[in-house]
């Protein structure tokens, strides 16, 4: 059985930062691509930003210049590291794992910004 375990979501102002981390355990091997989505009242789940085992990555647009993912391949885990946040960042944010031949999703952590 895998498990998604996020952490780091919480309540921040306008301009805070926060680190995002999820950690992926159980019988889980060759990931490939780990990533963010979040999803915010009333909208479709959206990506954030996406990283590979080769440490390629993507971001959306609405995050470029503010955001950071990466990973650290020993401990199954990934990261998001989130500064200048803004209001339209409020969401549920979703832990995704792609691996050859699955891939998982977290329960979700809400991050709220608001002053």
């Known amino acids: 059985q895998v498990q998604l375990v996020e952490s780091g979501g919480g309540l921040v102002q306008p301009g805070g930062s926060l680190r995002l981390s999820c950690a992926a355990s159980g019988r889980i091997f060759n990931i490939y691509i780990m990533g963010w989505y979040r999803q915010a009242p009333g909208k479709q789940r959206e990506l954030v930003a996406v990283i590979t085992n080769g440490d390629s990555t993507n971001y959306a647009d609405s995050v470029k210049g503010r955001f950071t993912i990466s990973r650290d391949n020993a401990k199954n885990t990934v990261y998001l590291q989130m500064n200048s946040l803004k209001s339209e960042d409020t969401a549920v944010y979703y832990c995704?794992?792609?691996?050859?031949?699955?891939?998982?999703w977290g329960q979700g952590t809400q991050v709220t910004v608001s002053s």
């Open positions: 995704n794992v792609v691996t050859i031949t699955n891939h998982y």
